[in-house]
């Protein structure tokens, strides 16, 4: 009888460490699925933020995240674009005039504008990153809305990255700006301004033959 009613109390108390021990690996594992990895690029405020239109990734090469360009709208004629222009939302109508301007041209200049010719339902980086590098130049039209949008700023920075020395293939077209708001990245290379009778359009378009000519 000793014996039989002495071994329900070992269990019942084996029970409790088993249960608290099954409680601290539950906590240890949904603490582990709430947080985030930070990668050495990025900061703090990049992971804690969600990405958005307010909040492009970090700077990388593009070639990550399309690695092989696509066929452009001139088909078996050529892989690339001539002219990818990055410019703000509430600068599309000039954007759309400059196209128009650079595509009327006898030399019947390719250019990819974002909101025209991107993939629909493609991601935002993937679309943009594949804009820059299916493209010989990149024409950026500076405005106060371009320094005010987050995406503009992460276009003009990749496209720096890409081809920091290829002279004469980033284009800065600046219009509604003085020269003390002109980027400082951008600095050490000759902009347009857009203050002319053609909204410097001539300019741009001469810079682009100009460089296509220095290809072949």
């Keep these: 009888m000793a014996s039989s009613t002495s071994s329900p109390a070992p269990r019942s108390r084996s029970r409790k460490p088993l249960g608290r021990m099954a409680d601290w690996f539950r906590q240890a594992l949904s603490k582990k699925a709430t947080k985030t990895p930070v990668s050495p690029e990025c900061s703090p405020s990049d992971v804690s933020q969600p990405s958005s239109r307010d909040s492009p ?48 041209h006898a030399a019947r200049l390719r250019c990819f504008l974002q909101l025209r010719d991107a993939t629909p339902g493609g991601a935002i980086v993937s679309e943009l990153c594949q804009a820059l590098s299916s493209s010989h130049c990149r024409v950026l039209l500076i405005t106060p809305g371009f320094l005010r949008d987050p995406w503009c700023r992460y276009q ?45 359009f001539r300019q741009v378009q001469e810079a682009v033959l100009r460089y296509l000519q220095s290809l072949s």
């Design 156 to 200: 003009m920075l990749q496209a720096l990255s890409e081809a920091p020395g290829a002279e004469g293939r980033t284009i800065p077209l600046m219009s509604g700006l003085s020269r003390a708001a002109y980027p400082a990245e951008l600095r050490f290379m000759y902009f347009v301004d857009g203050r002319g009778p053609d909204g410097g």
């Design 57 to 104: 990734p970090p700077l990388g090469p593009c070639s990550e995240a399309s690695p092989t360009p696509t066929p452009t709208r001139a088909g078996a004629e050529s892989s690339l674009d001539d002219v990818c222009v990055c410019h703000s939302e509430e600068d599309l109508a000039a954007a759309q005039e400059l196209v128009s301007y650079l595509e009327g």
